[in-house]
RNA sequence: GCGUCUAUAGCUCAGUUGGUUAGAGCGCUACCUUGACAUGGUAGAGGUCGCCUGUUCGAAUCAGGCUAGACGCACCA
């Protein structure tokens, strides 16, 4: 092995040759008896590149899924794209209005073209670095949302619902971007709070009696109000109900109605009413009858409905212009500050419109209710259960889908209008002709529009499986184990699926939902470009420097005004631009910090920590290798035999296994990842490697003493490779190719770790008492490093001991220890006291009863000692009093349960025996 | 308005059903080139667990309130 650890030299061909080796393939029939375990990947945009929350939830999939391959389950990760529709779209169009021109400039067909040609230009980026992170998926399966299998499905979906009469177009108000010139759901409106202005305005009586005031928010709508509205009870306005307004600028005359709607209390207590472009309006009008007028074109200039001073301006100039007007009428009161909400398209962050158009919509709540019991009944699991609540929440208030978007990018829909106005949804046009009686002669025109991304999406469990043909894949991989995801899809996609899952298969779509945080920056804010704080996964694996990690963050901007704060910021954060870290580093981070929380503020000296434990694994395998690569491991036979270290290693790792499992059975990928990490620095490599040299290194062992060393060498680090590859795919499977032939495994050339089943528990190998004999060791060896350090007794210099007060258990600890404390101690001489015995003047150390003697002779200082021992008793002491305090405390006697009293006891004799010890010990050294 | 979450060491985070001496990594201090590893080793410093009240023999943990922050949903024109 090279001597030092470099990822990017092994990262890539280990995955190119799994690939290759059809590693990741799904056996869709395999053995019946095998477990099926499948995770559906939520389809990126398939012209996106990874981010941080990709690589992070993939890494999660990806442990499971090698976890449950490994486990011998039927295992498939199921990949694929989405095609999204709008973002997908305005992509392109971006693309094209740099060249000065519109997609209406090449026509529906040749657009289409051209983001076909896009997808095909950067389609295969996301994938490619999924590979990077070492995805395990099965890429001979991998779809894309508008490939021919899945546009049929939602076809299919689309017909059966019409049929059902769940599906159905209406004319009503929706949200309408006015840049995009499509409808939008509600879920893609974000309503930010905004300063802006409530303008109060004087609306005359018609028969010139009087006046009120209404006060509102965006007095350009005036132009389409067709009522004022107050409150039924208020006695303010009882003359006016039913009487007439004059409208200002228009002239139009509008009914002053009563309903229960208007709040008295806010504003002036009267609300004009503008039913075509507000949704309480909207309701209000309907409940009314009031007429609806539509005074906006689709991108949200004024239209020909309103006066001719107006026509074509633009909805915030119209508004100035009728303020200015209606000033100068002298009908404008007041106009206060006010904040409002402002709704704005999530994609282009233009306020949004509500506006009058026909749209397609499902009707939701037959298929809300089985998947809002999916959930109730406890069949599909929320995890951390909390989401379960936000999800109710939304579902029981859950509002019909609006699924029509005026895009070209996307599936269109399948419905079909004659010249007369009629509307035929089918399959495709033949199946609408034959099933209708329509010959040639009558012209049908498809609807123009194409479907909600999500829609699609919404099939994604069955419609990747073969549906709506019976498969062997619907079979055996539906539901899927887990879909683990993002809290902010829990509307968009979660729920969806679920009901479309739930109608169309009668199962549900996966048994439990992970919820992962957002990742955001080390200071806990968002990664957005417009920030400049975006890290890239790529970047973290194969390092960037600095001058293209600034070029990288100021590019492409849509404020370029930021650059020079991003570039000033990102030079201070990574003065040496960000070093590579390789994929396994990054992927043990992303386990790491995967705990219950719900963000996760992303830490770069966790990176570089869990590199350091790459390249912590990659020197112990060196190690372990350089002993026993040209040596008997014991693989033909021979007598083993083990020693204490050997035999406590193998009970660690047990021990370990076990916690690795429940963790992983939990999503505690956190614990999981600490629990490895632990064992492999702290117990394989400060203790157990240390444990072995005085075993390989020592004349006197004998041959089946060192081979049974080697063979343990060599085995724990072959299960600990097989431990460890879920979570660190690229350094395990190099450094089992080497190590896996000298184990007690049977493999051939070319296997895979991947493959390989994972580690089993052994319960011959757990025991107790080795565990805590190994303990006894640690204490003894700590006890004098501690006494070294802090008497500044070089390492180097060997030491004599004496024990004092020895039992017989500590005989005959130290007889089967006596090589491992003599070498990790560095000691020369170890000599039992007689009861009563006179010892020099010492530092001492406790093992339980047992007193550590160092003589100071020539050694150690008097006073650092007094100090030392001054230090410990002190600590003792607070901790003793504690404890005290409570067993005096009669009602801790009586209420505590017998075992916890016992346990303080114990522990107050502890204390009170080592106090007795050390005071002994000061005043010994205090004589000299 | 309804709902969810967070507050623990200088920083980023763990802390399972109340019972330890409250942990880890990074950072910090001292010492160490000991034949796997300085991307390392050994030893150490550092915390009134946001604040208050309560329940309890016992609270970082449970309840109530407060403060600060994050988020979701619905909203008043």
């Known amino acids: 092995m090279d001597k030092t650890y470099e990822p990017h030299s092994i990262e890539q061909q280990c995955y190119q040759r799994w690939e290759n080796d059809g590693l990741f393939k799904a056996k869709v029939s395999g053995d019946p008896a095998q477990q099926p375990y499948c995770i559906l990947l939520p389809p990126p945009n398939v012209t996106g590149s990874l981010h941080m929350g990709h690589g992070f939830q993939q890494t999660i999939m990806d442990v499971l899924t090698r976890y449950h391959r490994m486990k011998g389950d039927n295992t498939l990760w199921q990949v694929g794209t989405d095609h999204a529709g709008i973002a997908t779209q305005m992509v392109v169009e971006r693309q094209l209005n740099a060249l000065g021109k519109t997609r209406h400039d090449l026509g529906r067909e040749a657009f289409v073209e051209k983001i076909w040609e896009w997808k095909e230009h950067s389609g295969g980026t996301i994938t490619s670095q999924m590979r990077r992170m070492g995805a395990s998926s099965d890429w001979d399966r991998e779809v894309f949302t508008m490939d021919e299998n899945l546009s049929k499905a939602v076809t299919e979906v689309f017909v059966k619902l019409h049929e059902d009469g769940l599906i159905y177009r209406g004319k009503r108000l929706v949200n309408w971007d006015p840049v995009l010139h499509t409808a939008v759901s509600d879920l893609e409106v974000l309503n930010e709070e905004e300063a802006g202005h409530m303008w109060h305005m004087r609306y005359p009586l018609a028969d010139g009696s009087g006046s009120i005031v209404v006060a509102t928010t965006r007095p350009e709508t005036m132009l389409g109000d067709t009522a004022v509205a107050v409150h039924?009870?208020?006695?303010?306005?009882?003359?006016?109900?039913?009487?007439?307004?004059?409208?200002?600028?228009?002239?139009?005359?509008?009914?002053?109605?009563?309903?229960?709607?208007?709040?008295?209390?806010?504003?002036?207590?009267?609300?004009?009413?503008?039913?075509?472009?507000?949704?309480?309006?909207?309701?209000?009008?309907?409940r009314h009858n009031l007429p609806m007028i539509n005074i906006f074109t689709p991108d949200a200039k004024v239209n020909d409905e309103a006066p001719e001073a107006y026509r074509g301006l633009d909805r915030f100039d119209a508004r100035k212009a009728i303020v200015e007007q209606l000033e100068q009428d002298g009908v404008l009161v007041k106009i206060d500050d006010h904040k409002l909400k402002v709704p704005r398209g999530d994609r282009t962050g233009a306020v949004i419109e509500p506006y009058l158009t026909d749209q397609w919509y499902v009707a939701i709540e037959e298929l809300a209710k089985p998947a809002i019991e999916a959930v109730e009944s406890g069949e599909i699991r929320f995890v951390p259960e909390n989401w379960s609540k936000t999800y109710y929440q939304w579902m029981h208030n859950i509002q019909d889908w609006c699924i029509s978007r005026q895009l070209w990018w996307g599936h269109r829909i399948p419905a079909w209008y004659d010249d007369n106005g009629n509307i035929y949804v089918g399959r495709d046009e033949a199946e609408v002709r034959s099933k209708n009686g329509l010959d040639d002669s009558v012209a049908l025109r498809q609807d123009e529009d194409v479907l909600d991304t999500w829609f699609s999406s919404a099939l994604w469990p069955f419609a990747t499986m073969g549906w709506p043909e019976k498969t062997p894949e619907l079979e055996t991989y539906l539901p899927s184990a887990v879909l683990v995801t993002g809290f902010d899809i829990i509307f968009f996609w979660v729920a969806r699926m679920i009901m479309m899952t739930k109608r169309f298969t009668g199962k549900i779509p996966f048994k439990d939902i992970y919820i992962t945080g957002?990742?955001?920056?080390?200071?806990?804010?968002?990664?957005?470009?417009?920030?400049?704080?975006?890290?890239?996964?790529?970047?973290?694996?194969?390092?960037?420097?600095?001058?293209?990690?600034?070029?990288?963050?100021?590019?492409?901007?849509?404020?370029?005004?930021?650059?020079?704060?991003?570039?000033?910021?990102?030079?201070?954060?990574?003065?040496?631009?960000?070093?590579?870290?390789?994929?396994?580093?990054?992927?043990?981070?992303?386990?790491?910090?995967?705990?219950?929380?719900?963000?996760?503020?992303?830490?770069?000296?966790?990176?570089?920590?869990?590199?350091?434990?790459?390249?912590?694994?990659?020197?112990?395998?060196?190690?372990?290798?350089?002993?026993?690569?040209?040596?008997?491991?014991?693989?033909?036979?021979?007598?083993l035999v083990l020693s204490l270290a050997d035999r406590w290693i193998w009970a660690q790792f047990q021990q370990t296994l076990g916690e690795f499992e429940k963790a992983i059975s939990e999503y505690r990928f956190d614990i999981a990842a600490q629990t490895v990490y632990e064992f492999t620095w702290n117990q394989f490599c400060d203790w157990y490697l240390e444990l072995t040299k005085p075993v390989l290194n020592n004349d006197e062992a004998t041959d089946a003493e060192k081979r049974g060393t080697r063979h343990?060498?060599?085995?724990?680090?072959?299960?600990?490779?097989?431990?460890?590859?879920?979570?660190?795919?690229?350094?395990?499977?190099?450094?089992?190719?080497?190590?896996?032939?000298?184990?007690?495994?049977?493999?051939?050339?070319?296997?895979?770790?991947?493959?390989?089943?994972?580690?089993?528990?052994?319960?011959?190998?757990?025991?107790?008492?080795?565990?805590?004999?190994?303990?006894?060791?640690?204490?003894?060896?700590?006890?004098?490093?501690?006494?070294?350090?802090?008497?500044?007794?070089?390492?180097?210099?060997?030491?004599?001991?004496?024990?004092?007060?020895?039992?017989?258990?500590?005989?005959?600890?130290?007889?089967?220890?006596?090589?491992?404390?003599?070498?990790?101690?560095?000691?020369?001489?170890?000599?039992?006291?007689?009861?009563?015995?006179?010892?020099?003047?010492?530092?001492?150390?406790?093992?339980?009863?047992?007193?550590?003697?160092?003589?100071?002779?020539?050694?150690?200082?008097?006073?650092?000692?007094?100090?030392?021992?001054?230090?410990?008793?002190?600590?003792?002491?607070?901790?003793?009093?504690?404890?005290?305090?409570?067993?005096?405390?009669?009602?801790?006697?009586?209420?505590?349960?017998?075992?916890?009293?016992?346990?303080?006891?114990?522990?107050?004799?502890?204390?009170?025996?080592?106090?007795?010890?050390?005071s002994a010990q000061r005043e010994t050294i205090a004589a000299l």
């Open 232 to 286: 039924p009870d208020d006695e303010r306005y009882q003359a006016y109900i039913g009487k007439q307004i004059k409208l200002p600028i228009t002239g139009r005359l509008i009914p002053i109605i009563a309903d229960d709607y208007v709040d008295p209390e806010f504003g002036t207590g009267c609300v004009k009413i503008t039913p075509a472009h507000d949704f309480n309006d909207y309701d209000m009008g309907k």
């Open 712 to 918: 343990t060498l060599i085995n724990v680090l072959e299960n600990l490779l097989r431990l460890l590859h879920p979570l660190m795919p690229f350094i395990t499977e190099t450094i089992w190719e080497r190590v896996a032939p000298l184990s007690a495994l049977n493999v051939k050339d070319g296997d895979s770790i991947m493959v390989q089943p994972f580690p089993t528990a052994d319960a011959a190998k757990q025991d107790e008492q080795v565990l805590a004999d190994i303990e006894w060791v640690k204490r003894f060896i700590v006890g004098i490093r501690n006494i070294r350090g802090e008497m500044d007794i070089a390492p180097s210099k060997p030491l004599s001991v004496l024990l004092r007060n020895a039992s017989e258990e500590d005989e005959r600890r130290l007889g089967i220890s006596r090589t491992f404390i003599d070498r990790l101690a560095r000691l020369e001489g170890i000599t039992f006291l007689a009861k009563g015995e006179e010892a020099p003047a010492s530092a001492a150390a406790l093992v339980g009863e047992m007193e550590i003697l160092i003589p100071m002779a020539g050694l150690i200082d008097k006073d650092a000692e007094l100090a030392r021992i001054a230090k410990a008793m002190e600590k003792i002491e607070k901790d003793a009093a504690r404890t005290k305090g409570k067993l005096t405390n009669e009602k801790f006697v009586s209420n505590a349960p017998e075992d916890v009293i016992e346990k303080e006891r114990a522990k107050l004799a502890d204390a009170e025996s080592q106090l007795a010890k050390l």
């Open 518 to 639: 957002l990742i955001r920056d080390e200071s806990g804010d968002k990664m957005s470009k417009s920030k400049g704080n975006v890290l890239d996964p790529i970047d973290l694996i194969d390092g960037i420097d600095l001058e293209s990690l600034v070029a990288k963050r100021t590019s492409g901007m849509m404020q370029p005004q930021l650059a020079a704060k991003i570039e000033k910021r990102t030079r201070k954060q990574f003065p040496d631009g960000i070093h590579a870290y390789g994929t396994d580093a990054l992927r043990f981070t992303f386990a790491a910090m995967a705990s219950t929380s719900r963000d996760i503020n992303f830490d770069m000296g966790r990176v570089e920590g869990y590199r350091n434990f790459c390249n912590k694994i990659w020197n112990a395998s060196r190690f372990v290798l350089m002993n026993t690569e040209t040596e008997d491991t014991g693989r033909d036979g021979g007598e």
